[in-house]
């Protein structure tokens, strides 16, 4: 999948937002789950244990928090592709190469047995010309 064979995951992020199609979901808060992977290079992390050297998943965290909660999308996969988006122009490029952001939606309404409603992407950073 990716250059970097390091990750850096960031599962289980839990917020309550208006996301969906239906106009009662755009009004009553429903929960969202986000996991982010990070494909990333991790060894100047690992060799110097400086935070300057990888990425902050406190940050991390803050910006996949203000778009969940911010305006709303009628899709998950429009929200999991903004936030991919976001994290890919907020992390460094030569340490960040790809990221998959997984969203799910676990009380959807929906009629039915089902543990949760999930989209998957995954972005990589476009290939430097200069380089």
Do not use: C, N
């Amino acid at each position: 999948m990716s250059g970097f064979p390091d990750r850096l995951s960031l599962t289980g992020m839990r917020f309550e937002a208006r996301h969906g199609v239906l106009p009662q979901e755009k009004v009553t808060p429903q929960r969202f789950e986000v996991d982010l992977v990070l494909h990333a290079d991790l060894e100047p992390a690992a060799r110097t244990d400086d935070l300057e050297t990888t990425v902050d998943y406190t940050a991390l965290f803050d910006l996949v928090e203000a778009i969940v909660t911010g305006p709303s999308f009628d899709l998950i996969e429009a929200l999991a592709g903004a936030i991919a988006r976001a994290v890919l122009v907020a992390t460094e490029p030569k340490l960040v190469e790809a990221v998959e952001v997984r969203v799910r939606k676990p009380d959807a309404p929906m009629d039915g047995g089902f543990d949760t409603v999930e989209a998957a992407v995954t972005r990589r950073r476009p290939a430097d010309p200069r380089s």
